[in-house]
């Protein structure tokens, strides 16, 4: 039972049908970009799960990322002319470099040194978004061309659906494939002990500058394609909240759980949604409903459920 | 040929001289303990060899290459691998990935195979699990195999310590109080444990406080006191050292 419900294939063939079947659900274009909206939150969350809930690394900086290959993209694609796709991979790989260059200074830093670094790091690309108007369009933000590839053209949330599902599979899979590996365990030991995992060999700066690279070249994929997607971008999504939100999407869904990333992502972006029905109090309900799933469910959705289910099961075993 | 050499080896911590010119030599192929009063130096000295701390004067060589300022995972790979005196485990883990974490010098470590999963990182995990849990099994922790390590008890993770250590292979296994807060039982078989690895021909370098064990097991003891050796030898030398005597075996009794 444990041995099925763990397995990798058992999970990602439950996401495939997932996504192949949610569209018969939704109704309108509305439901369909909320849609959208949580597969790009969700394959963020994703790579930030690596780093924050794998490797025990915390970032308040990622919108950053995000942002610089949104505007990346925005402005070659739309200014210059280059094809999307082209300019997806050229601002993945700048933010990566980017993000390998500033990892390891701020890597050395822990705890809430950590997290005031990187929140430097992001309010200062969101001031230079802001400051280089003549290049951004400033605190105005900028129209951006839709996403191409040769003759295809995505526009509508239901077209752009089957892109991003296709992407969160593959982040799913890039995922549990890392996690279960000796990189990954090597990134589980920088989380359990820095010193025991260098004693035993692993290089703990090595893979604490990879993981954090990797979480940033995922944030630059998705803010690529969102802008193309959203077809207008502004300072405001490489912002400090954007950031924040994406841990408390971590943290709520469960540390160190890959499905936990995406149970984070659907919740909190589709729960606004839901909530708005209730006008006024729709940020204290939120709020609330927060607060009571982390005091019931303390390690997250996920992982907290899971141990649930284990002890339901094993106690069912014990019957007998 | 010498495994390690300490050479004038000095560590100064604000004023207090925890490791003091400190030189000797350790042959392998032998168990060596290293014993001494609280605060002798003894965990400090691990840590100056295994590269966790920087030495503020003297050098160590590892198989005649001098290896100071090294980072502990690039002695890893030449071949050092250590326990901790207060326990060190990743308690994220099972206990079997603790092991297996042991294992990481020898499989691959790409980052695309490993994204990937190109057939070779699932070829290369399952012989190192069938590896980890026969090293589980010859520590005495068959039984917690499956099992979390944040759930095991303290005894067992002692052990699991060092099955995770031996899972680097290395040549040079430091061991720091592996039967601290052991029942005598458990001290027993713990000093199994450290003879077999011996006789499979690691060198170990064991700190403890356990003087029955340490006189039974040890081809070669040296005492630490303040830092500074107060002497070496064999254990029959040593035991007969009137400094000895006086500074820590009078103590104990
Ligand atoms: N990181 C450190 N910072 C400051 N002082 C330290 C540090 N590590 C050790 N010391 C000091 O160095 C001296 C030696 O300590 P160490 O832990 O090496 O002794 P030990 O022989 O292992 O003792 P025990 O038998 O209690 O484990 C002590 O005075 C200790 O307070
Ligand atoms: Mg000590």
Redesign the interface.
Known sequence: MRSVLSSRWAGLLLLAVVIALLPLGLKNNFQFDIAVRIGFNAIVVIGLNLLIGYAGQISLGHAGFLGLAAYFSAITVTRYGWPPLVSLLAAATLVGLLAFIIARPVLRLKGHYLAMATLGLGIIISIVLNQEAGLTGGPDGMAVDPFTIGAFKLVKAREWYWLVGALLWLAVW?SL??I???????L??V???E??????????TRYKV?VFV?SAVFASVVGSLQAHYVSFISPQQAGFFQSVEWVIMVVLGGM?STYGAVIGAVILTALPQVLTALEDYEHMIFGLIMMLVMILLPKGIVPSAGALLRRVSSKAEGGK | MTLLNVENLSKEFGGVHAISDLTFTINPGTIHSIIGPNGAGKTTLFNLI???YTPSAGRVLFQDQPVTGL???E???RG???T?QNL??????TAL?NV??????H?????L?????WPA?GR??RA?TVMAKDLMAFVGLEKYIGWDADAMPYGALKRL?IA??L??EPKLLLLDEPAAGLNATESREIDEVIKKVAAQGVTVVLVEHDMKMVMEISDHILVLDYGRKLTEGTPAEVRQNPDVIAAYLGQVG
């Not at chain 2, 060190?88 to 883990?93: K, T």
């Not at chain 2, 297996?100 to 010098?105: A, E, I, Q, S, T």
């Not at chain 2, 499989?107 to 980052?111: K, Q, S, W, Y």
């Not at chain 2, 195979?113 to 999963?117: A, E, H, K, M, Q």
Request: aromatic content about 4%; glycine content about 10%; overall charge positive.
């Open positions: 890039l494939n890392l279960d590996s000796p990189v990954g365990r090597a589980r030991a989380h359990g002990s010193v025991a995992a260098e004693v035993v060999g692993v290089d703990t990879m990797l160190a | 295994t590269g966790v980072r502990p995972n002695l890893a790979a050092m691998s250590r901790f060190q485990i990743f308690m994220n883990m990935e297996l974490v042991g294992r990481h010098l499989l691959n470590t790409g980052i195979p490993s994204l990937f999963r990182i290369g995990d190192a310590e995770r250590a899972a680097a």
